[in-house]
């Protein structure tokens, strides 16, 4: 009997395993998009339909699919539908979709069968202001010619249907947030770790227990990711279900890293605010919190932070082109409205460019005094030169556009060309908020005119037909608006070659039928050396694979990253510049650091620049501290001798002072680190960090800096610890008080994510 027991209890666990088996071989995953997307209800994430190849087909049909996700729902019911996901051109074709329903948080999962849409409600509501875990199944029903949409929901069936015939699918994008209707709505809130794929044949294409892992897995990445206790229902769920939550306790039980397994009494916190990334919770809430060109800021953090895979972040392109191109987005819009050019100061201090410029000087300063007076006195080069400055807010000098046009103005009015040029480009643009362009456009077209029939530059000539089809395009200065012509100048404009002109006739060819894309492709890609716009286009070609482009995510980053970076919030680094001109290093240390966290390689090259400085800094610094001077000269002399000299004059002699034993140790620490231009034979970096810990011991500042390096970079014998070296580098400081390693060293984690972040931003 119990030999039969057995045995049946075997041959069910063979069928089961077989079973098993079976399922998992057919299975197979199309899509993981890995990291968190914030949807504002107006975003839209495409997804081509060759990236889900497996619920993708022109009026085919598939038996059997899933698509899993997390759900964040910020915002409570509203009385329009709010789209999670939506694929199909329209509303005839919505295999598989699902949203939440007007007026409730409950959510809606549908399917266009043969018979027309096939849906079901959920009996579950999502849970506001927390995550919840969906999965969608689509397969055969075992044992019948059926076939089962289900919907789970945090890793428990919600609800199902039964459907005759399988679901007839389309070729259409897959959407995230905002479906295809004009009107519709995206719901508000956190989407994260969508993953779409399909099953076999003949069987469901998860089981009920992968269903439970990929929910288990989900809230463990998202706890790591937001660094919050998102994963209130999962902690409490598990605990449940292991009897574990004790009576009375306030905090949020969390699960460890095994699967199953829950640590008691472990709290889920919300991690420090001092590291150099903010949390990305903060991060997420203002992105699609703030308004207009304040999200910025945090969105380049969490593209890059996605595009490298940093804090924790899952490394996904898909991920951080969202929020790459939700940036140059923004970006792009507000670069088109008047006096929004901003410059990219991409200067490296190590260049000391400092000498030759003048941005902390302002309008003050002497040779601004000097230009007016030469414009004053006739010189039209120093009219433009101050009309530049006023322009883009050079040198120190307040963007103002009246000041600019003022000088332009002179700069003409005394004979030159591009003072005419840009006057007139200013009237015609309406750079100047107020009144005063006031039949500007007539003006602007008389002064191109002028420069077309005298002139034989072609920088000139092109700056005017660009001009010119400007005039024509908008109908300005009496003209009426006509796109054909306008055309025709830019051509000319770009022939010329004017970058600008290659963009404005790439932006009318790119609107006009599609036929003329690729047309149009060719003429941003002459624009996108010059023009960040260009960028933003060729951008959205890469992510799509429009205008004859392959589809390509990476460069598709790329371009619209030179579109995101041109805004107000690269300001950052003209204040960096401007900050380090002034002396003013914990300011400038500051800009770059916010710089460098929106993704500008050069304030991370900045930043390094300013470590190195510390460095020799820190050098002066022990010479002032411990007025060795003539210890330091007696090694200088010979510094062959200095292993000798410090170990066995000073260390061996029964006078030395403890400051004068840190200063030894801390000299043989530099020599058995660097090796022979230190005076020792060989480098043995052990032996460096004996004698720095003694220095350290007997509170030598310097030890504590070079100590610290050791641990930050590592060497032969020594293993990085950056725990170590910040807490050396944060000790140092308390004792020194005043050096700029103190500064940098400042809040831990700041140097080495700023650090870490450059070094992967260097390999772009
Ligand atoms: C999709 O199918 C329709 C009708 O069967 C056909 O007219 C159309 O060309 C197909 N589209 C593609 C992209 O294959
Ligand atoms: C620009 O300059 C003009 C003339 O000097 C001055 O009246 C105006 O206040 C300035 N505008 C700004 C925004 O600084
Ligand atoms: C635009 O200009 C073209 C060429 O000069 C002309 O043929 C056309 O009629 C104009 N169109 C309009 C709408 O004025
Ligand atoms: C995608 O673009 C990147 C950078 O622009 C390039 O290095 C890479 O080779 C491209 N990939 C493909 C498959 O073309
Ligand atoms: C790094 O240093 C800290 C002390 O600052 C220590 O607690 C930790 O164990 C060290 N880590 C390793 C990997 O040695």
């Not at 790591?224 to 905090?251: F, M, N, Y």
């Amino acid at each position: 009997m119990r030999e039969r027991g057995c045995r049946l209890l075997f041959l069910f666990l063979f069928a089961c395993l077989a079973l098993l088996h079976g399922a998992l071989a057919e299975t197979g995953t199309d899509l993981i998009l890995g990291g968190v997307i914030s949807t504002d209800g107006e975003v839209q994430h495409k997804i081509p339909s060759s990236d889900v190849p497996g619920i993708s087909g022109n009026g085919t049909c598939t038996s059997s699919f899933y698509v899993s996700l997390s759900v964040y729902l910020g915002e409570d019911a509203t009385e329009h539908f709010r789209g999670i996901f939506f694929k199909g051109r329209d509303n005839t074709e919505r295999t598989p979709s699902i949203w939440l329903v007007p007026h409730t948080n409950q959510v809606t999962y549908r399917v266009m069968g043969e018979q027309g849409e096939v849906w079901a409600t959920s009996r579950r509501e999502l849970k506001l202001e927390s995550w919840s875990h969906l999965v969608l199944t689509f397969g055969k029903k075992m044992g019948s010619k059926n076939f089962v949409m289900r919907l789970y929901i945090d890793g428990e069936i919600d609800s199902e249907i039964e459907l005759r015939s399988p679901p007839v699918l389309n070729d259409a994008d897959f959407l995230l947030g905002k479906d295809v209707g004009a009107t519709s709505k995206g719901f508000v809130g956190l989407l994260s770790q969508l993953e779409v794929g399909t099953g076999g044949e003949s069987f469901y294409p998860l089981l009920d227990c992968e269903v439970r892992q990929k929910f288990a897995s989900a809230a463990r990445n998202l706890r790591k990711i937001t660094r919050r206790d998102h994963s209130l229902w999962t902690c409490q769920r598990e605990a449940d279900l292991a009897d574990l939550v004790k009576p009375g306790h306030q905090g949020v039980l969390c699960p460890t890293h095994d699967d199953d397994a829950v640590d008691e009494g472990e709290e889920c916190s919300i991690e420090g605010k001092g590291s150099v990334f903010e949390g990305n919770w903060e991060l997420l809430r203002k992105s699609h919190e703030a308004k207009g060109n304040e999200k910025i800021p945090a969105i380049l953090q969490l593209a890059w932070k996605n595009w490298l895979g940093l804090d924790q972040n899952p490394k996904s392109c898909h991920t951080a082109l969202f929020y790459m191109q939700m940036a140059s987005s923004i970006a792009s819009t507000n670069y088109q409205r008047p006096g929004q050019q901003f410059s990219v100061e991409e200067v490296l201090l190590s260049e000391r460019v400092h000498q030759s410029r003048q941005d902390n000087a302002g309008t003050d300063a002497d040779d601004s005094w000097a230009l007016k007076t030469m414009a004053e006195g006739g010189s039209a080069d120093a009219a433009l030169t101050l009309a530049n400055r006023h322009f883009y807010g050079h040198n120190g000098f307040p963007k103002n556009m009246t000041e600019a046009l003022s000088y332009f103005k002179m700069a003409h009015d005394l004979g030159s060309d591009v003072g005419s040029i840009a006057l007139a480009k200013m009237l015609l643009r309406g750079d100047l908020v107020d009144g005063a362009a006031q039949g500007g456009g007539q003006r602007a077209i008389e002064l191109y005119q002028g420069i077309t029939t005298r002139s034989v530059d072609r920088l000139h000539l092109s700056e005017s037909y660009n001009g010119l089809g400007f005039a024509h395009f908008y109908g300005k200065g009496g003209l009426e608006p006509n796109r054909t012509e306008a055309l025709a100048n830019f051509e000319e404009a770009a022939s010329l070659g004017s970058s600008q002109g290659a963009l404005n006739a790439a932006l009318i060819l790119n609107d006009e039928d599609p036929g003329h894309k690729a047309r149009a492709v060719e003429y941003f890609k002459v624009a996108a050396k010059n023009s960040a716009l260009a960028n933003h286009y060729l951008g959205q070609f890469k992510a799509y694979g429009e205008g004859g482009e392959e589809r390509n995510c990476s460069s598709a980053f790329e371009h619209f990253w030179q579109m995101a970076k041109i805004g107000p919030w690269a300001n950052e680094l003209s204040t960096g510049l401007k900050s380090y001109l002034d002396g003013d290093l914990d300011g400038a240390y500051a800009a770059y650091k916010r710089a460098a966290q929106l993704g500008y390689s050069i304030a991370g090259y900045n930043i390094l620049f300013l470590l190195d400085s510390r460095r020799s800094k820190r050098n002066n610094g022990l010479r002032r501290l411990l007025g060795r001077d003539e210890g330091e000269r007696f090694l200088a002399d010979d510094p062959a001798d200095t292993r000798v000299v410090l170990e066995d004059v000073i260390l061996g002699g029964v006078e030395a002072t403890d400051v004068l034993k840190g200063w030894a140790h801390q000299k043989l620490g530099d020599c058995y680190l660097f090796g022979d231009t230190h005076g020792c034979a060989e480098a043995k970096p052990t032996k460096a960090v004996e004698h720095y810990e003694e220095a350290v011991l007997r509170g030598n500042v310097a030890a504590y800096f070079s100590l610290g390096d050791v641990h930050f970079f590592g060497a032969d014998g020594v293993e990085r610890n950056e725990t170590e070296a910040f807490r050396l580098f944060r000790q140092g400081h308390e004792r020194s008080g005043r050096e700029l390693a103190s500064l940098l060293a400042l809040g831990s984690y700041s140097i080495l994510s700023v650090l870490g972040f450059l070094k992967r931003v260097l390999v772009l």
